[in-house]
């Protein structure tokens, strides 16, 4: 079995995408699912190409986007990417699309088809905050969860997909002040279980982790 | 014109729903808009029955359904809402769903069909914190934002429709400590500004009041 | 019974300071206790002044010093003024003090003399949340409290004072984004609530207001 | 030149302290400062005495007491204890006093005196977020912090102390949902940095460190 895991590039101003620390520091093996990792570029127009290509080169069976959420406390793993973009700040091309869906004609709204629920149960008995998230925004995490689980609808090949947010590292937190964060090796290590525990299950389990707001 | 306004009824052991109060408060003529209003029971399997009731009574071109959403500390209009029941808590049913779709073979998300960033635009011109949101959460007001442009959708009548969701009332928090409220006229403003500016335009502005994550 | 009431003037870039908003509310007489009113200026050089001689104006048998606290959901009654001054931003004369003590042969802190516990429960029976609160700061706030308590220490009239810390008032929050707020006539109820307890009882009740952090 | 670094037991209902769990792993030698360690009990009638027993066999310099302020997402290093004891929970002994003074004839604060703000610099360069935080709450954490320095004012050996509260460890935070935590290896850098930053400089650096509320 193979996985896909990607990150971002740095954006906003920041130097580093911690998401792309973690998935560089992600083991070749985990199990028995070899590893291929990729940085996707923090722009509307580029990243889903660029995901794209990803998969057409590691043919892989599980594909797990990465990208941050600064000021969340915990793992989040995602829920549903939402047809529309709407940038509170420039992409690294500049663009700022308001409103705008990632495909004119596409649905709504995609879910995420790993076990989303497994997977935070098993982050969670590992040591590891984690959550399901029900929103990831509207900036080029949300477009690019999206286009994932778009790729994955129409691919020959049978994929499936989701989207883990992470905290800021606590390098970036220190700069800030005031913010929550998170060891890249935890970082890591989360996106691990959610690699191993995607593999070993394709159903999810039963339990509530939703949210009343 | 006509609009229709509903809360819920409580839920979750509180006695009173702030949403219900504040819709109890408001005018029965907002500028030239007749406000018919009802209230919806805190239930999966009843809410959109009592909500299509009140449409088909109330005949309206407008309606903006209403719910809490503890611990914000604004005025959220939603964006959308999503093809998923996934209760924390019972309903006031008893029932606790998880990961079943509000309608099986429905649309993964509808989008409010409001003008939701010019109605955040006017709420705070009028001096109320209002923002647009991207997730009403997995209960039962996401339920029901779900189930409204599900009507809307295959309804006679041609409609627009939304979800606002509501900070506690300060009666609310100094009973819980620690967190964040409105009072209830400032609330009740906010949802005839809604009503209004939903009622004196169909396009929304364009602005960005996306979220990165 | 008299009771000496002050704000604030705006500091900080901020066009109104929602303190002298509420105090300008108050009524004149809160029971049998007739309210004198004063606005001081954000200012670490002169606030303790011009407080001295409302105080002398007004001889007044309890002082209620009113701040903003930017950020906070509640009515914060504060328990404790320091002997320290570090200003992250410059106050109205511009002086931006760094770890100089409000007077340099003064004690480490002064406790406020009223019964803040019972101001806080009454403050919460009549639906406003309201918290006892362990840190004013190290800006002006914190400043007039100590200096006030440190009046009261070595003035020849019996008194009794304290501080109330505010969150944003509405206007404020639409402006900001993300924070909490609070109507400012029940910022002035509160205030009110907490004049009429003081004038009501000399010592507080015995409950567990603390924190563990 | 010797350190003293403590933790506490565990108290509330957890099964560790990370408080403990960092100070366990602490290097015998930072730099060139021997480093002594020691558990206090979380009590508010026995831990001032266990901490003058293990102050008297280290014979330190230098003396960091270390405690958990779970929900906090930095490195706090306290400015200043206050004498007050007001439990919102009962301590290990079952106790839980209410605004009974740590010492009865004790000043209402004592500041710590540790280059508290070149601490927070140094953890800063060093990636770790860090703060000066104005209380250390009114449990047994403040009651330790003015223990120790009211132990110091009145020791025979000329020492400094101070106190640091740390966020969850990310175990716990797993457990909890929702709040913020930190690695126990960061923490534990965070402390010898506070250590090796003392024990180099007695005065501390001209920086706006403080609060505006």
Redesign the interface.
């Known amino acids: 079995m193979k996985a896909l895991v990607t990150g971002f590039d740095p954006f906003?101003g920041d130097k580093v995408n911690p998401s792309s620390l973690a998935v560089s520091r992600l083991s070749k093996k985990i199990g028995k699912v070899a590893v291929a990792t990729a940085v996707l570029p923090t722009s509307y127009a580029r990243s889903a190409g660029v995901l794209r290509e990803a998969i057409d080169k590691a043919k892989p069976d599980i594909v797990l986007c990465v990208?941050?959420?600064?000021?969340?406390?915990?793992l989040c793993l995602e829920?549903?990417g939402?047809?529309?973009?709407?940038?509170?700040?420039p992409d690294n091309d500049r663009k700022?699309p308001?409103?705008v869906p990632v495909r004119a004609d596409g649905?709504?709204?995609?879910?995420s088809n790993l076990p989303i629920?497994a997977c935070v149960a098993e982050?969670?008995k590992?040591?590891?905050?984690?959550?399901v998230s029900?929103?990831?925004?509207?900036?080029v995490?949300n477009h690019i969860l999206y286009a994932l689980m778009d790729i994955i609808e129409t691919h020959p090949r049978r994929m499936r997909g989701g989207f883990l947010?992470i905290p800021y590292v606590?390098?970036q937190?220190?700069?800030l002040?005031?913010?929550?964060?998170?060891?890249v090796?935890?970082i890591a290590r989360g996106i691990e279980i959610i690699v191993a525990t995607s593999a070993a299950r394709t159903t999810?389990i039963?339990?509530?982790?939703?949210?009343?707001?």
Chains 1, 2, 3, 4 share one sequence.
């Open positions: 906003g990208g941050q959420a600064g000021g969340r406390p915990e829920r549903v939402i047809n529309v973009q709407d940038a509170r700040i700022q308001i409103d649905p709504a709204a995609y879910f629920k982050m969670r590992a040591g590891l905050p984690a959550v029900n929103t990831a925004g509207t900036f995490c947010h606590p390098e937190a220190a700069r002040g005031g913010a929550p964060s998170m060891a090796d935890d999810d039963h339990t509530a982790e939703g949210r009343i707001s």
